[in-house]
């Protein structure tokens, strides 16, 4: 039998695939989303849960880079730990946009995880929401294989998420951020040695 806390975390990775797991932060590590400061979270979410969110920089963390099969960009942000273990974190699965370049009307995937609570809310499908603009600012070294850029963004959903057996409902309005994506090459394939 698979336990409730099992079975969020089996559904965050079958609907948030890529993202690395949460790890807890080691002692005197820096906290927030972008070295800037300038990082933030901004949504209104109706229905079951009605939540006004205004994220800045020191609340929150963020994450990002591609989707697993290279067709857009996926962003994340978690907002306040609480001492109790619960925090929300918000998943941006934007279709059609690759590094470095600019969109507009992108249509977007997401999903809320309620961390520590057992609810997961996912639109499961890129046409319940879109990205109106995005534009991505290139950060740290300009060289190398591992490039980070920081996404801005603001965009609004039409049809809510919802928990899987579909009982509860949350739409997500509008929301614009400024997050995070870091993009890697792939290694290259050793080439054998000359005889």
């Not at 409730?4 to 695939?17: E, G």
């Not at 009605?50 to 920089?57: I, K």
């Not at 989707?67 to 929300?88: E, Q």
């Not at 499908?125 to 850029?149: K, N």
Request: net charge negative; glycine share 12%; hydrophobic share 40%.
């Amino acid at each position: 039998m698979v336990r409730p806390a099992s079975l969020c975390t089996l559904l965050l990775v079958a609907l948030a695939p890529g993202l690395p797991a949460a790890a807890p932060a080691p002692a005197g590590a820096r906290h927030g989303c972008l070295a800037s400061g300038d990082g933030y979270l901004r949504a209104v979410l109706r229905g079951a849960l009605n939540l006004d969110l205004d994220w800045h920089d020191a609340e929150l963390e963020c994450e990002g880079g591609p989707r697993p099969d290279g067709t857009g960009l996926r962003v994340s942000f978690a907002g306040p730990a609480h001492g109790d273990g619960h925090r929300l974190r918000i998943v941006f699965g934007v279709e059609s946009v690759h590094e470095g370049s600019p969109g507009h009307d992108l249509p977007t995937n997401l999903t809320v995880i309620f961390e520590g609570e057992e609810r997961l809310f996912a639109t499961r499908g890129d046409d319940h929401c879109t990205v109106d603009e995005l534009r991505q600012e290139r950060v740290g070294a300009l060289g190398g294989p591992r490039r980070s850029w920081r996404i801005v963004a603001r965009g609004f959903c039409i049809a809510p998420a919802s928990t899987l057996n579909s009982d509860a409902r949350i739409l997500m309005s509008r929301f614009d951020f400024a997050g995070t994506a870091t993009f890697e090459d792939a290694p290259r394939e050793a080439r054998p040695a000359p005889h």
